[in-house]
């Protein structure tokens, strides 16, 4: 990343008095502390002890035996991690790009000042606030195939509307669509790099040219690459993540035939439905060196599109 | 108990991780007594259940303790079904701190086997409860490798549950003896009562099984197996089980136009319970289908809402496939345990002692659980003397005592949840035409086997 210090090149600090500034670290050390403790309570020591119950048999019950790479080779062999992996690679794959632009179009209309503009951020964000589980249920009941409101609805205007959370068909895209709807985060993330558009940049768009996507593609959107960089970070570590619509409406077989099978679901039932803790951690390895990787290969070609106020491109 | 649903037990329903996350919220907030046992003090978990359910454990407990001279007794109810509740169990076992006695609604053999339960057998022999007073195909439930890890103190009895206002609108005799006796009887008088309104089902007959956990019991009506358990191997692709869905797919495509999408479409057709996502009526009760397989639970449930539209149902022996050679039942009982770790262990064993003879006829009473033990004379239901009368509850009582006689052996690998998933995964490839019969039946065996084998391996 270049380097975008405004200090940069400016004339060095004065030294600070020696003992004064080891005070100082030493308070901020003192202040980091909890984090780093927490840090490596609850985040390093999991994630290490992870690393070696993958290579273990353990049953929770008992002491874990060491077993190497079995728990690997035998998630290469296992048809339910393929088919959870593909559900899921289908699931980011479509449901993250749909997130940022259904966002994003929120974010530019509830941008424009009009006197209900709190009160739509406000519906907006509503969703986001109720839980998965609650939420997840609402939309199996409005979505029952006979007595379901949206059935009724679309029958009634003639269409012959699917089985959305019956048909194999149909399941995962039913899946797909109710993870669009709590969009409340991505779009105040994409609001907040709206809102921070300097006027005299958006006026000078506005002379230029008079078509509102001319002003989208070359001013807004490149000024709001940050953004988009932090929600497809995110988005892609929770969908890789996604479990509690999931396994409410596909439990844990990931019903119908399998079409909702997400990698989580699978981890979930080898940990507590089938006690194989070490196949768990496996999977949990994988997961994490996966998404890892995607990451980093993110940021990695972020240098090429994501512009920074006051860096270079 | 006083419900179960078609889930499964321990795979998580859409109703089961809705209860499980409602009730580790409740579990967080429960005092610290709750959890912490104490010498001389009985702690009793219960998994989910009404509040009858509840209440009837309490007071069972509390009566024991006091009657034995203990310290105030604690049962927790509504911690969760399925898997959620295993999870708090296990966590227990592992923090040290588990409940003296828990009552399971998962076979006990895959924890036991790890070591999660105490043996029993050597508290058993001189007891009033030995081995000989268990019939052997329910206790193997709780049994592996010859060692019993839980006791099915009460169970729900598999059998045909048929309306007999239907059949005599037929003009077919409602007698229990008149019941078909074979798949092939069944198939043909389901038929009869099969009634279609476009791709909406309007009345049925039978319906070809689709309950993962009854699997077991229809293999062994075709004369089949699901598990050897002397010889640890799964059969689940024997020729008798191929055939038993072959019969069962063509069923479907004859009389239920090849699409279980349809039938649920119309309505609630798997059991006798309102579905808990859709919230459609049991067809049963509500008298738009003439027969079902349901465990003996719903003989307490059934006058509940929403009360039946008619008033004469009967039960019958669970009819035999083309190459079965005789009726079986099956069960899904309550089984109790002492976990490992349990401060009260000879207490907690008495106090089981206790609920499979005494406890278990006034629990009973209340929800008919049918008593196990072999000494029990239980006496039939209250509500269900007050609803249908002396003659009829004793008919009925006295049935299932028989049907508890002819068990087939299920619930007793160490790979149970395992397998039930397997087998739910085969069914639903089989009756979708994802996969032909042997393909899917052989995917399941396979997967199933090296599971076991894994678990077995040590």
Redesign the interface.
């Known amino acids: 990343m270049p380097d975008t210090n405004p200090s940069a090149g400016a004339a060095p600090l004065p030294r600070r008095n020696g003992g004064a500034g080891r005070g100082e670290a030493r308070a901020g050390v003192l202040f980091a502390l909890p984090w780093m403790v927490g840090m490596t309570l609850f985040v390093a020591i999991p994630l290490i002890l992870t690393f070696y119950i993958a290579q273990t048999k353990f049953q929770i019950i008992g002491a874990p035996k060491w077993v190497g790479m079995q728990n690997y080779e035998a998630l290469w062999t296992d048809p339910a991690f393929w088919t959870s992996a593909r559900n899921t690679l289908v699931f980011a794959v479509i449901s993250v790009p749909l997130k940022l632009i259904i966002a994003l179009g929120l974010a530019l209309l509830l941008n424009r000042a009009t006197a209900l503009s709190s009160f739509y951020r406000t519906v907006f964000y509503l969703p986001f606030l109720m839980p998965a589980v609650a939420g997840s249920v609402v939309f199996m009941l409005l979505l029952t195939p006979n007595a379901g409101p949206v059935n009724l609805v679309l029958e009634a205007l003639g269409f012959n509307p699917p089985d959305w959370l019956l048909d194999p068909n149909a399941a995962l895209w039913t899946l797909i669509m109710l993870s669009l709807w709590p969009l409340g985060v991505e779009t105040l993330v994409f609001l907040g790099g709206l809102q921070n558009i300097p006027k005299e940049v958006s006026e000078a768009a506005d002379l230029d040219s008079p078509r509102g996507w001319h002003k989208l593609v070359w001013i807004t959107l490149p000024l709001i690459t940050p953004m988009v960089l932090f929600n497809l970070v995110i988005g892609i570590i929770y969908s890789f993540q996604i479990f509690t619509q999931a396994i409410v409406i596909g439990g844990t077989t990931g019903a119908p035939a399998e079409s909702t099978l997400m990698y989580m679901v699978v981890l979930y039932r080898a940990a507590f439905r089938y006690f194989n803790v070490g196949l768990a951690a496996a999977m949990a390895t994988v997961l994490f060196l996966v998404v890892l990787i995607l990451t980093l290969l993110i940021f990695r070609t972020a240098r090429s599109w994501v512009h920074y106020e006051g860096g270079e491109r | 108990m006083s419900y179960k649903t078609f889930?499964a037990p321990?795979?998580?329903?859409?109703r089961g991780?809705?209860a499980g996350?409602a009730a580790l919220g409740t579990a967080l907030s429960l005092p610290q007594g709750a959890f912490a046992q104490q010498e001389g003090q009985l702690l009793l978990w219960l998994p989910g259940g009404s509040d009858l359910f509840c209440k009837i454990h309490t007071g069972l407990l509390e009566g024991f303790s006091s009657g034995a001279g203990l310290g105030p007794a604690t049962t927790v109810c509504g911690l969760g079904q399925d898997?959620e509740f295993?999870?708090a169990l296990?966590g227990s076992?592992?923090a040290g701190s588990p409940p003296d006695i828990s009552m399971l609604w998962d076979s006990p053999v895959?924890?036991g086997a790890?070591?999660?339960f105490m043996p029993l057998d050597d508290m058993m022999k001189g007891s009033k409860i030995p081995l000989e007073t268990w019939p052997a195909g329910l206790l193997s439930s709780s049994q592996f490798k010859g060692v019993t890890y839980g006791l099915p103190v009460t169970a729900g009895v598999y059998s045909m549950w048929y309306n007999q206002e239907m059949f005599e609108a037929k003009g077919m005799s409602s007698a229990r003896d008149a019941f078909p006796k074979t798949w092939d009887e069944m198939r043909r008088m389901s038929k009869e009562f099969t009634v279609w309104d476009g791709d909406k089902l309007v009345t049925s007959g039978f319906m070809p099984n689709r309950v993962p956990e009854t699997m077991a019991i229809w293999s062994a009506l075709n004369g089949g197996m699901i598990f050897d358990e002397v010889n640890l191997k799964y059969l689940i692709d024997s020729e008798q089980n191929v055939e038993m869905f072959n019969f069962f797919l063509e069923w479907v495509d004859e009389e239920y136009k090849g699409d279980f999408?349809l039938v649920?479409?119309?309505g609630n057709f798997l059991d006798g319970y309102p579905n808990p996502?859709?919230?459609?009526g049991p067809a049963f009760r509500e008298g738009r289908q003439a027969g079902m397989q349901s465990g003996s639970w719903l003989l307490g449930d059934i006058f509940a809402d929403p009360v039946p539209s008619f008033e004469r149902w009967n039960l019958a022996g669970n009819p035999v496939g083309p190459s079965g050679t005789t009726s079986v039942s099956g069960t899904w009982p309550n089984w109790f345990v002492i976990p490992v770790g349990s401060k009260n262990p000879r207490a907690a064993f008495d106090y089981l002692s206790y609920l499979a003879v005494e406890g278990s006829v006034q629990w009973y009473q209340q929800i008919p659980d049918v008593p196990t033990n072999k000494q029990v004379q239980a006496k039939a239901p209250a509500g269900l003397v007050e609803k249908r009368g002396q003659e009829v509850a004793d008919d009925i009582t006295a049935f299932l005592g028989e049907q508890a006689a002819i068990m087939t052996p299920m619930w007793n690998s160490p790979?149970q949840?395992?397998y039930t998933?397997q087998i739910?995964?085969a069914t639903?490839?089989i009756y979708?035409k994802?996969s032909p019969v042997k393909e899917a039946l052989a995917?399941a065996q396979a997967?199933t086997q090296a599971?076991l084998e894994?678990?077995l391996?040590?």
């Open positions: 889930a321990g795979r998580v329903s859409r991780f809705l996350s898997t295993t999870q296990i076992i592992t895959s924890l790890q070591g999660a999408n649920d479409r119309s996502t859709t919230g459609m790979v949840s395992f998933d739910a995964r639903e490839k979708t994802a995917e997967a599971e894994r678990v391996a040590g």
